[in-house]
């Protein structure tokens, strides 16, 4: 997919009519607490690593004067377009960035912006992602992509290969690993023995397959059983966590003392990695953590979105 790049000034955009992409509702998690936390000032350059459906966008740029500066990065082309639609005709300065919030260190340098004062990652995926027919729903006949990016490309890792080609022992030990499946070699081996037969093409197909290969009791929990294998696939696809430590490692370089990071996770793996992170570089004296204990949605927000229950924030501040 070619790479592309936005800067635009305040001229406003005019919106298109309404659309089934734009119907859905997308809640950013935790919005409030994580803008405070990052104590955002008028002036300050700000990076929303993982732009999303913009929320948390378009409350950083409330905060920021005009002479403040965002920097928004998503690898899905989609998420460019409808931030940038968002964020039309907003005062401070604007550079939407199509790449992985990993490449940061050298995206910021090529638009004259040497040093940062906080940044945002948001490492949830938003509702327009859910839809978007990229195979990250059970429910639905996609294609078993699971990229966040729009299009991938020919040699591309994707979801499909890896449940069709992937040894079992392979299969498990992601399934296992980066799902905290219990069941994961049941599953794994049910899934090799199904695609013998056909191979993999939907989402829904594989979901199916995983369903039935659980125990009984098993099936009716409070997520479904093929969530978590979902998720161990849509993070060896992203390399999310490869992402995650050298983005962090990244935004740290860059940010200016007394800048801050603030971090949502919603799973155990990728909050480890935060936790760790920050604790090594408090350890350093390098950085003081704002939340010992990350901060969690309160029961008002959980109650509206039920997607906030596993969100965690941790923030850092640089010394």
Known sequence: MRTRRFQFSSNPVSRPGPSAELRVEHQSVLLHEAIAGLAIEKDDTVVDATLGGAGHARAIVEVLGKKGTLVGFDVDHDAIERAEKSLAGVTPNVHLI??????LGNELPQ????????ALFDLGWSSYQMAAERGFSFRSEEPLLMT?????????????KIVNEWGEESLADVIYGWGEER??????KAIVERRKEQPYTSAHDLAETIYAAVPARYRFGRIHPATRTFQALRIAVNDELGALEEGLKAAWEMLKPEGRIAVIT???IEDRIVKQIFKQWEEEETGVRMTKKPQVASDEETAKNPRSRSAKLRIISKN
């Open 266 to 268: 919603f799973h155990s």
């Open 111 to 118: 638009r004259r912006i040497k040093r940062i004062d906080k």
């Open 183 to 188: 069941y994961s070699r049941r599953i794994a």
């Open 148 to 160: 966040f990016a729009k299009e991938a490309k020919p040699d591309a890792l994707t979801a499909a």
């Open 98 to 103: 199509e790449e992985n919030f990993r490449n």
